[in-house]
């Protein structure tokens, strides 16, 4: 069974640093999404950043960034020149190709301190 | 649509008592999923729905829970005899056929069995 595993339940970090959050996953597949969802205090899930496995480029978007080392199961979100507004549940996803089901962690709550 | 719709955004219930939670996907999504987020917990599939193709209910927890799609678009969500378990936010998304990496969620309904 595929699992996503978030060590980090909660983080806190000041305005304009940087914070790294940290996900391992663990598939026997080959083929497979990893993903960053943001969860404001709204509910609604907000993709962050996706990364194809076959891919060996790390996904950057603007501020955020993964680093996906797909040997050791691990995909990790950078978050630099962090903002106020970057305070969220922040949920790791996989997902195997093909498949139509997301598997999700248990999520880091970030809070940025002004 | 603009974005996928739940109604209502919450609903406190009887122990004992059933409910239908609404979601009303992305105008030309033929995809549609539906996830639970229990209290300081991950996303957890539940069901997923493809065009006319019978449904994914591989996520239900039990027989009380059932869902439907009628016309490919609107979808209900019902839980019958409701337990506090059940308390969760219950979340749906929608996408485009087979592309759930490109899913769009809604903002939840929270559901609290009193």
């Known amino acids: 069974a595929q699992t996503v595993t978030q060590s980090q339940p909660e983080m806190s970090v000041q305005e304009a640093e940087t914070v790294t959050l940290s996900c391992t996953y663990d598939?026997?597949?080959?083929?497979?999404?990893l993903f960053w969802y943001k969860q404001p205090p709204s509910r609604q899930m907000i993709l962050v950043i996706r990364?194809?496995?076959?891919?060996?480029q790390n996904a950057t978007e603007n501020r955020f960034s993964v680093n996906f080392q797909k040997a050791a199961k691990s995909f990790s979100l950078k978050i630099s020149d962090s903002q106020l507004g970057d305070t969220a549940m922040y949920f790791c996803a996989f997902t195997n190709q093909g498949a139509q089901k997301l598997v999700f962690g248990q999520g880091t709550r970030l809070t940025i301190n002004p | 649509g603009a974005g996928v719709s739940q109604s209502p955004s919450n609903k406190v219930t009887e122990k004992g008592k059933d409910v239908e939670l609404r979601c009303d996907p992305i105008?030309?999504?033929?995809?549609l999923y539906w996830y639970r987020q229990s209290l300081g917990q991950g996303l957890e599939f539940l069901i997923y729905?493809?065009?006319?193709?019978?449904?994914?209910k591989s996520g239900l927890p039990s027989d009380r829970f059932s869902a439907e799609r009628t016309g490919g678009s609107v979808s209900t969500l019902t839980i019958q005899r409701t337990q506090q378990e059940d308390s969760a936010v219950y979340l749906c998304a929608s996408s485009l056929v087979g592309a759930v990496t490109e899913a769009f969620f809604g903002q939840g309904t929270r559901l609290t069995v009193v």
């Open positions: 990364q194809e496995a076959y891919k060996q």
């Open positions: 105008s030309g999504h033929t995809a």
């Open positions: 598939t026997s597949e080959n083929n497979y999404y």
């Open positions: 729905f493809q065009g006319n193709s019978a449904p994914d």
